[in-house]
């Protein structure tokens, strides 16, 4: 095959299947509209979107003023710790639509307060505000409670950063026997709502039931009304109303809620029929009557669940539409029943649901919903695919760092072992995983593979879809801002760079650019590209020897699992801004950075990984765990950043050169051991001086070292890992590349084996047995390198 020879200034691009020039080298300054689809169309949630914290009552009555409808959720706690994770899934699948607030419902049997249990209200509620980001309002009962049980749960709810309650009375379970006495209430939702008041002034927004039929208890419905006219006066600033099945009853309702002076709004609590058995149960429970022409329609259809499912829709759409339009109705609160897809379904048909709620920043932020975090902006990049686990980790922080990362002396990150307890972890079933991650995995190139069909969402050889890697908290595949350096990320991962973490560079694109852009509308967005990825020890030491010659404008850190490697030529403590944003009447914006400090509590983190979520999957001392345990013990973890935004990226390019140089260093270490003086001597011999020879002599070298060294014992799984170190290279297409431009065997080994004078980095062998037995038969340490 015939090459084209490339001049000193281009360089080796991984691009598409093969190694490219430079000037083909995607790198992404803003280009337009190029990547805007018609199916990625921006519906812009309202602005300013607030760093500072909003009670509930005023956000809705702030989005009443706007005119725009909106909605809310019930939810109940999940029965057991498994249904916890799916829980959150769930929550975070609804957030996307954008509730303005979730509600958690409190059983007396349940041990509600108990924040130490995972499925407790109290630690529900505090999950969806800290970890969903949703305004939560938890409800509270107080029948069985003396006053100061019931100041002691609004401590707690304090403490944990709830500042919403739906303030109710509750029932006391049915009497067993016959002849006990009628239930008496000592305390009903009115005095709460004092007890609230009095001891916290207006710390809580508070909520309160309202019945549109009456309480199946009460006296009358007009003593109904007035006994919530008195909770409101004493404080209560929202109504959530019991389920109805007519749309008359509810505006009936409000209007004679507005006759008697009750003015605050009043939500309708709405259930969609999702069952036929379900419905009249909770009928039953609630003292309702359902309507005869309902029960009607259900009749025919109550043995077929999902036409009785979807009946329940399309009267449930039909009722809130009338409600909305005729403004009886200011939004829905849904009674989810915990179920998605029809509750989904209803919003989206009532145009409810926001179709692609517009990036306030980068990361998610809590906004206004939360007290404390509602000012934090700015974050490092690196837990950027696991933001649970950051809020996890600074869940103890008083203050968030707003409008700068700041000079950080020393973030305290929480301990990573409390997480493994945290019931947000891991939200993949183990067989879901295995399919993914591979029932076994033979060697390097397995978990190659793994990353490059994480990037690709091509199904792997068993026809499943690496939606999800370790160091990511979503199970929905890349980020779309990710795809547009897919082809890149693809080579890295077939080249043993895996890749974890990055972002392509962005100059001045639109903030509202459906890819790249958040926060208010008119400004622009800029980024730097960045990438983080795990790779060997003797790809990292071959970055190391070039990548000074990059120095400003790369910034790099390299770390190993236990931290006797740590090398960068950043400022130690000084952060660097990776994302900006520049915004009409507004200060730059940089909520994300690289911070030396922080990426060491990450590093323990991002190893822990492989261990925890992957090898984990494996029986004990199987091949399939040791490969992962290899990973673990020997791989470095890098980070790399193009401060150079303007122009195209250079960093796939500097890691084409790293696998180039490695190559040339792996097979000096083979000529090395086969007397290389010899070799060079020849190659370097008239006989050799054409192209065409050198290739087909390396081709010679490569087999007759290989050959040699299994003629000297070296097992053939020692071998296999040699090739799979240098993974794809050694196919020698970078290789002879390289060596058409310029080869001095001896010179190019000196490169590549010698530290750059300015690196601090220092090198101890593994002393893990383990490690040894699966690592490559020449070590990182520099002597190994220098040329004999
Ligand atoms: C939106 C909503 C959410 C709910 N969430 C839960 C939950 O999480 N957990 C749970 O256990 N239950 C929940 N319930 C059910 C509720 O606890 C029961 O309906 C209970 O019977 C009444 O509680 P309440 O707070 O509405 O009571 P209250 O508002 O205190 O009173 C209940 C009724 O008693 C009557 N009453 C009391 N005092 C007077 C008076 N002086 N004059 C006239 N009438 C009076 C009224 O009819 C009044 O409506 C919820 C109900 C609604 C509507």
Redesign the pocket.
């Known amino acids: 095959m015939e090459k084209e020879k490339m001049t000193n200034t281009e360089h080796l691009s991984p691009v598409g299947n093969g190694m490219k020039k430079i000037d083909s080298l995607s790198t992404i300054p803003y280009c337009g509209n190029s990547h805007a689809s018609s199916d990625s169309e921006v519906e812009t949630s309202p602005w300013p979107i607030r760093n500072q914290y909003e009670a509930l009552h005023e956000k809705v009555n702030r989005r009443i003023a706007d005119g725009t409808p909106f909605f809310s959720l019930?939810f109940f706690p999940p029965r057991t710790a498994n249904g916890v994770a799916n829980f959150f899934t769930r929550l975070d699948r609804f957030n996307e639509g954008g509730p303005v607030f979730v509600d958690i419902?409190?059983?007396?049997g349940s041990d509600p307060s108990n924040m130490s249990k995972e499925t407790s209200s109290s630690s529900i509620a505090a999950g969806c505000l800290n970890y969903c980001r949703v305004d939560t309002m938890l409800?509270m009962?107080c029948v069985q409670y003396a006053k100061e049980q019931t100041l002691k749960h609004l401590e707690q709810a304090k403490a944990i950063g709830l500042r919403s309650i739906?303030?109710?009375?509750?029932?006391l379970p049915p009497e067993t026997s016959e002849e006990s006495p009628k239930t008496v209430?000592q305390y009903?939702?009115?005095d709460m709502i004092r007890w609230i008041k009095e001891a916290h002034n207006d710390y809580f927004t508070i909520a309160?039931?309202?019945?549109p039929l009456?309480?199946p208890?009460?006296?009358s419905y007009r003593?109904?009304l007035?006994?919530?006219k008195?909770?409101v006066d004493a404080g209560a600033q929202l109504i959530?109303?019991?389920l109805f099945f007519e749309a008359e009853v509810f505006e009936q309702f409000v209007k004679d809620c507005r006759e008697i002076g009750i003015t605050v709004p009043i939500i309708p609590?709405i259930m969609p029929i999702m069952g036929y058995d379900s419905i009249r149960r909770i009928a039953k429970l609630?003292g309702l009557t359902i309507p005869e022409n309902i029960l009607a329609d259900l009749e025919p259809i109550k043995h077929d669940d999902d036409a009785v499912r979807n009946y329940g829709k399309v009267k449930c759409v039909e009722m809130c539409r009338r409600l909305l339009q005729n403004k009886s109705a200011p939004s829905i609160h849904l009674y989810t029943m915990n179920r998605e897809g029809n509750c989904r379904e209803i919003l989206q048909e009532l145009g409810l649901w926001l179709k692609r709620p517009m990036r306030t920043l980068p990361w998610e932020p809590h906004g206004a919903n939360h007290p404390i975090r509602c000012k934090e902006d700015v974050r490092p990049i690196f837990w950027s695919a696991r933001p649970k686990s950051y809020i996890y980790r600074t869940r103890d922080w008083d203050d968030f760092p707003n409008g700068r990362w700041g000079n950080s002396s020393s973030p305290a990150f929480g301990d990573l072992a409390d997480y493994y307890l945290f019931h947000l972890k891991s939200q993949t079933a183990k067989e879901d995983q295995l399919a993914m991650y591979g029932e076994t995995l033979q060697s390097i190139e397995d978990v190659q593979n793994v990353f490059v069909n994480y990037i690709t969402q091509e199904p792997n050889t068993k026809g499943v879809k690496v939606t999800t890697l370790p160091w990511t908290e979503s199970e929905s595949g890349v980020q779309p801002e990710t795809k547009l350096i897919n082809e890149q990320l693809v080579w890295c991962n077939q080249h043993g760079i895996l890749t974890v973490n990055s972002q392509p560079s962005v100059n001045g694109a639109p903030s509202q650019d459906p890819l790249v852009g958040w926060g208010k509308p008119g400004g622009y967005c800029y980024q730097k590209a960045y990438l983080e990825c795990f790779m060997s020890a003797e790809l990292s030491a071959t970055l190391l020897g070039i990548i000074e010659e990059y120095s400003p404008r790369i910034n790099y850190h390299v770390i190993n699992q236990s931290g006797t490697i740590d090398c960068s030529n950043s400022e130690p403590t000084t952060p660097i801004a990776v994302t900006w944003g520049v915004f009409p009447g507004a200060e730059i914006a940089q909520p994300t950075v690289v911070d030396p400090l922080s990426f060491r509590a990450w590093k323990t983190e991002a190893y822990e990984m492989w261990l925890n979520q992957w090898a984990n999957l494996y029986p004990r001392d199987s091949a399939s765990r040791g490969v992962i345990q290899n990973v673990h013990d020997t791989f470095h973890l890098v980070n790399l950043v193009d401060n150079d935004f303007q122009k195209p990226a250079i960093i796939f390019e500097i890691l084409a050169r790293m696998l180039s140089k490695f190559a040339i260093v792996f097979l000096t270490i083979l000529l090395t051991q086969q007397q290389v003086q010899g070799f060079t001597e020849q190659i370097k011999s008239e006989k050799l001086q054409s192209l065409q020879f050198r290739f087909q002599f390396i081709d010679y070298i490569m087999e007759e070292s290989l050959a040699k060294m299994k003629n000297q014992g070296i097992d053939t799984d020692e071998l296999e890992m040699l090739k799979q170190v240098t993974g794809t290279v050694m196919k020698f297409q970078a290789l002879r590349d390289e060596l058409s431009e310029n080869f001095d065997i001896c010179q190019v080994m000196k490169d590549g084996a010698i530290l750059h004078p300015n690196s601090t980095m220092s090198i101890k062998k593994s002393k893990s047995k383990k490690s040894k037995k699966h690592s490559p038969r020449f070590s990182t340490e520099k002597s190994n390198y220098v040329f004999p």
């Open positions: 019930e419902t409190w059983h007396l409800h009962t739906l303030a109710l009375r509750g029932d209430y009903r939702a009115l309160c039931s309202g019945y009456g309480h208890e009460a006296p003593a109904d007035m006994y919530l008195a909770k959530i109303t019991q609590g609630s």
